[in-house]
């Protein structure tokens, strides 16, 4: 037997090679402090859980859910939209639940790329951006986004022989992993360079409603952008139901269909219980959001004054679950979070994981408790003392 050629390209999914090493070390009796990976450790509301459970004992909800999901959750996915973005969605046209807004990815992917198309994809970046893209037989071209440019790629310096190949445009802001924030500004420049060159944009937002200052917007409040872009939304990050896998797509109706198509030949939708959860998470007032946001601005401020104060230059997070931080000059970003894992028990994601342009960065997460991070700085302080200079 011979696999196939797209699963001997795939590389090793660098998530789970990190859960294979913070295993070991437990495993042996570390005590590892984990910041390595986006995984809310704050509960799901009380009011999914509940809905969660009553759903559950319903013997009509054991049977094969809808295809395209309940006609319910569209609502509620309209509701949420409009309440958070002031855009009108088409229930069911314009919306389509997603089993984690990762499937999402591949799935637009292979709906819009042909073998030997083009998809410009930023560097770093979510790695399912590169996998998705090369799957489909396309082929990414990177896009560097540098601390200089506020992380936005500079979309006007791509050669014109490139951009008659390409077909899509991956964007993702709130930014995993930098952290940065784009602007309306950036959105309708986007749209605009889109229209120019026959694109469809895909907007990753699995980080929306992860944010310390202003809320960052959707590209879909730009005039017109559903002519030419859908975007990602997830409930992972948003109401700390990661497990739950639930994610959905809006935006353009007829990639949103053709994701719809595509998903009926190879899953059987979401099971309805789960449903019913998101439906509740998607009813919960704007407080609850801040008052989780006021948990994580306690972690990133301490994050990034320790980092500071460490040597490790990290500019102040805006939104989502991560702090950007420089490692110390001669050192590659791999090395010195292994050295750092360790010496310390602490594991940090070398932003090389992400993309070459991420080298020179550590990518910390923020899902941990503040005394944990406060005994990670403290253990990442004592090893520093003695880190081999190069």
Known sequence: MQLSRLVQSLPPYHFA?????????????????????????????????????QAAHDPENHRYPEYRGLRALHEAFVAWFQRRFRVTLTPEEETLPLLGSKEGLAYVAAAVLNPGDVALVPDPNY????????STGAHPYLLPLRESHDYLPDLESIPSSVLQQARLLWLNYPNNPTAACADQAF????????????LLIVHDMAYAEVYFE????????IPGAREVAV??????????????????LVGNREVVDAVGRLKSNIDSGMFRPIQHAAIAALQLPDSWIQERNAVYRRRRDLL????????????QTQAGLYVWAA??????????ASWLFDQTGVLLTPGSNFGVAGEGYLRIS?????????????????????????
């Open 127 to 134: 790695t399912v951006y590169v996998t998705g893209t090369t």
């Open 214 to 221: 202003q809320r960052p917007p959707s590209i879909l409040e």
């Open 304 to 315: 990034v004054a320790g980092c500071n104060s460490l040597g490790l230059r990290a500019r």
């Open 17 to 53: 090679e990190t859960q294979k090493k913070l295993a070991a070390r437990q495993a042996a009796g570390v005590d590892v402090i984990n910041l390595s990976m986006g995984d809310p450790d704050l509960p799901a509301p009380s009011a999914v859980i509940e809905r969660l459970c």
């Open 327 to 336: 490692v110390p000059e001669g050192f590659k970003a791999r090395d010195f």
């Open 187 to 198: 959105f309708e420049r986007a749209v605009a360079f889109a229209r120019r060159h026959d």
């Open 366 to 390: 923020m899902t941990a408790p503040e005394e944990r991070i406060e005994t990670a700085l403290q253990r990442m302080k004592a090893a520093l003392r003695e880190l081999p200079r190069p």
């Open 231 to 248: 975007e990602l939304h997830s409930l992972s990050k948003t109401y700390n139901m990661a497990g739950f896998r639930v994610g959905w």
